[in-house]
């Protein structure tokens, strides 16, 4: 008795201390909910001009979401009663952070700022015990404004803690040293330079050479790579997108030199690059490469000869045809080159990459498959080619097993003839042009009823039972066009 007696005394006395920390739902002038048993606050895209009540006294919460509004000045008492571990300010007007915004949120982890109208990092950063991940890019947004100004001793408090930073501004004309604080970083992104940034100083990453894991450089005026990134021991990504004024001489091989232990997945999305670039070589390493965007003209043997990539995705990359260098890529496994030219795949085309198991295909004006193909290729996992000018599928396939095959957004009639598909795969996405049904249901329910299969495999006796539960089954009909 006595000890349910403390057990009451203590759920009561736990009731209570959770009404003091409780989270409302719902909220004023927000949404709050619990995603994924977090706290969070979403007050995004609401006009609001002001903090709304619903924000303060809510305990410990996950998130803060106050993105897209009108908020010029954040003060004092802002987020009164109120900690998060992520507040999102992105996408207003911010000019002003009072010094003791966050007073009631030291261990904020991280804040996102960008697209405001700040000049100078606020002070009331320095107060962030935790800050882990800061986004400054687009400030301030004002026109005819310089780039925030990262300033010294800000960049300096934060320096312990920052591993994620993002900052670029479209005037932004010199790579700001006093980045050279954070000494602990893992992830930078730059998005966005002036036309007087053509190339960042080689010492640029210095500081953080031996921590950087990621780094992003896009939408930039740089003419070419900067060769600093040779002197990043343990990058592993590396994106290199929307750079216009790189073009085939800015991929120089410098850049990539001493990278040669740790860099597995690189970007050179619309760099301008009409060849593959030879600098790549550099890079055995290189495991996932993304050249998408660029008007390829041309892939050497020479280029691409001794890479180990396993992962090569080019969309619209104005490729006709699968480029036979690929042959040279013996370990490639994935191959994506959906939205190219690509009116046919010849002989041999996809039998050259053997290990190649996810192909996409799709977005190409493909009117035909040669039948010769894929040769006996037997690592098809997955084939792709949905939104192509095909309209059979096509016989290429008789010679392989494939797991699975997107016909989706293709004029596919649906013919006895396939009954050679059932042998060859397992799993179809489409419909049928001439019936309402897939053409899954069409050669699993339909092909065994017809001549060409009975005199194949003898008759069918359970196939009319078959096809009437089908029919039975109230599933949606098919269509995707
Ligand atoms: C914050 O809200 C914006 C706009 O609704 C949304 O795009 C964004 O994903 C939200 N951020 C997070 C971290 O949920
Ligand atoms: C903040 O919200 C914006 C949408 O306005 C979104 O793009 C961004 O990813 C969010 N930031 C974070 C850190 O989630
Ligand atoms: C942002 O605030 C400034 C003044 O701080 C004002 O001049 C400007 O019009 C505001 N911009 C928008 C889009 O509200
Ligand atoms: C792309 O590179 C070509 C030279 O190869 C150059 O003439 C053209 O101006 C560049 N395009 C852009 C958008 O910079
Ligand atoms: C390569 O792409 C496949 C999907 O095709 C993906 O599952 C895999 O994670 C990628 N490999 C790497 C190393 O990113
Ligand atoms: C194949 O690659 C595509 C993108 O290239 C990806 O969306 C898809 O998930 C991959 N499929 C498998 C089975 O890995
Ligand atoms: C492919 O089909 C689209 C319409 O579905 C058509 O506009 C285009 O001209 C066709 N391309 C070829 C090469 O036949
Ligand atoms: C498919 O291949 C088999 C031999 O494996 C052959 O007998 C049959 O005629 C082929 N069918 C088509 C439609 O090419």
């Known amino acids: 008795m006595v000890r349910s007696g403390f057990l009451l005394v203590f759920v009561v006395e736990a009731i209570v201390l959770c009404n003091a920390q409780t989270f409302t739902i719902p909220c004023s002038g927000c949404t709050c909910f619990d995603r994924d048993g977090n706290h969070v606050i979403d007050c995004s895209g609401r006009r609001l001009t002001t903090v709304p009540d619903g924000v303060r006294n809510q305990g410990n919460v996950y998130e803060i979401n106050l993105s897209g509004n009108l908020l010029t000045h954040m003060r004092y008492a802002d987020f009164t009663g109120t900690t998060a571990d992520h507040i ?41 015990v935790k800050i882990n991940s800061l986004d400054v890019r687009n400030n301030p947004t004002d026109f005819r404004a310089n780039p925030i100004q990262l300033t010294d001793h800000v960049m300096k408090e934060m320096g312990d803690t920052i591993q994620t930073f993002q900052f670029g501004h479209r005037d932004l004309d010199r790579w700001p040293n006093t980045i050279d604080h954070f000494q602990d970083l893992q992830d930078l992104t730059l998005d966005g330079s002036s036309d007087n940034l053509k190339v960042i100083p080689a010492q640029a990453f210095h500081s953080f050479q031996s921590t950087l894991l990621k780094l992003t450089i896009k939408n930039t005026k740089l003419v070419a790579v900067p060769l600093g990134v040779s ?16 073009g085939n001489e800015g991929v120089v091989a410098q850049a990539f030199f001493r990278t040669h232990g740790t860099l597995r997945t690189l970007s050179l999305i619309n760099d301008n690059l009409t060849r593959f670039p030879r600098a790549l070589a550099y890079i055995p390493t290189l495991r ?63 039998e050259n990459i053997p290990n190649v198991d996810n192909l996409t295909l799709a977005y190409n004006p493909i009117k035909f498959i040669s039948n010769t193909a894929f040769g006996n290729h037997k690592h098809l996992g997955s084939v ?82 078959s096809l009437l539960q089908h029919f039975k089954n109230p599933e949606p009909h098919c269509q995707d066009h």
């Open 88 to 128: 999102n300010l992105s996408d207003n007007n911010i000019t002003t952070i009072d010094d003791g915004t966050f007073d009631a949120n030291p261990t904020l982890l991280s804040l996102d700022l960008h697209q405001n109208n700040l000049y100078n990092l606020p002070e009331a950063l320095t107060h962030l």
């Open 231 to 246: 002197t990043l021991r343990r990058i592993d990504e590396f994106h290199f997108d929307n750079n216009l004024d790189v």
């Open 288 to 350: 996932n490469l993304d050249m998408s965007h660029n008007r390829l003209e041309f892939i050497s043997d020479e280029s691409i000869a001794n890479m180990h990539i396993t992962n090569l995705t080019m969309h619209y990359c104005n490729l006709d045809r699968i480029p036979g260098a690929l042959f040279h890529l013996q370990s490639l496994t994935a191959l994506d080159m959906s939205h190219n030219n690509m009116i046919t795949v010849e002989n041999n085309d996809i």
């Open 384 to 465: 792709d080619i949905s939104f192509t000018n095909l309209t059979t599928i096509p016989e290429a396939f008789n010679t392989t097993t494939v797991g699975k095959i997107s016909m989706e957004g293709s004029q596919v009639d649906c013919m006895c003839r396939y009954v050679w598909v059932r042998s060859v795969v397992n799993h179809f996405d489409g419909c049928c042009i001439n019936i309402e049904e897939s053409i899954e249901d069409y050669i699993q329910y339909y092909v065994p009823l017809c001549p060409e299969y009975i005199e194949l495999n003898g008759p069918q006796p359970t196939a009319d039972y």
